[in-house]
């Protein structure tokens, strides 16, 4: 194998490894007669006779991904699909147990609405406004065809949820800020207070006198 690999001429190392005769007797039966083989020949276009000329492979350019088209500032935000992906899976489980319990028994809901389709109804969800569109998108879907008038009036009744998802994140980060500067305070009084607690000790924990004010003498003891 590896003298056939660095070998000028193909043909001939190949004749030369398995002893083939440097012409072939010709064959007398009647599919030789009517179609002969082919004569050795001379030269041999072969990487090892003559350079191969092969095109290049023309470069594909990458696959767009889906919504790139899409302006983004009609895209999903990261809250908007964190809802929507939740309340797709729902959905998923709503169609699921809407489905023969014959073949519920054997699918998973993930049959029904698989993830990698949520992913992509995310993507591309503010261009699904018809049900031709959604058609277009889950057509490969046998379980789903079904459902497909159902899917839509679900997606276009999300629409009004986005407000109120909004606004509970807005709730969300007022109520944290007015907590944390509720703590501020305490944590400070907390701090001032250790700290007069370890004048009023010595390293052992025991209570000691505050040292005399300066330019005061202690007086002896009256008896």
Request: hydrophobic letters at 30%.
């Amino acid at each position: 194998m590896a003298e056939m690999i660095v070998a000028d001429c193909k043909v001939k190392a190949q004749n030369r490894l398995y002893n083939n005769p440097p012409l072939d007797i010709p064959c007398k039966c009647l599919s030789c007669t009517t179609d002969p083989p082919p004569q050795p020949r001379d030269d041999w276009n072969c990487s090892g006779c003559i350079p191969e000329t092969i095109a290049p492979l023309p470069k594909r350019s990458p696959p767009s991904k889906p919504g790139a088209a899409i302006p983004k500032r009609k895209r999903l935000t990261r809250l908007q699909k964190e809802h929507v992906t939740r309340r797709l899976q729902e959905f998923q489980i709503e169609i699921w147990r809407q489905t023969d319990i014959t073949l519920r028994s054997f699918l998973p809901p993930e049959v029904f609405l698989p993830t990698h389709l949520i992913k992509h109804i995310l993507d591309i969800y503010i261009t699904l406004d018809s049900l031709e569109a959604l058609n277009e998108v889950v057509k490969d879907y046998k379980y789903l065809t079904t459902h497909q008038h159902q899917l839509l009036d679900f997606l276009l009744k999300l629409k009004p949820e986005f407000k109120r998802v909004a606004d509970d994140r807005k709730a969300e980060l007022a109520a944290a800020k007015a907590f944390k500067k509720r703590a501020a305070p305490r944590s400070e009084r907390e701090d001032s207070s250790g700290a007069s607690d370890e004048e009023g000790s010595d390293s052992n924990g025991e209570e000691v006198d505050p040292p005399p004010a300066a330019g005061t003498e202690h007086s002896a003891p009256r008896f």
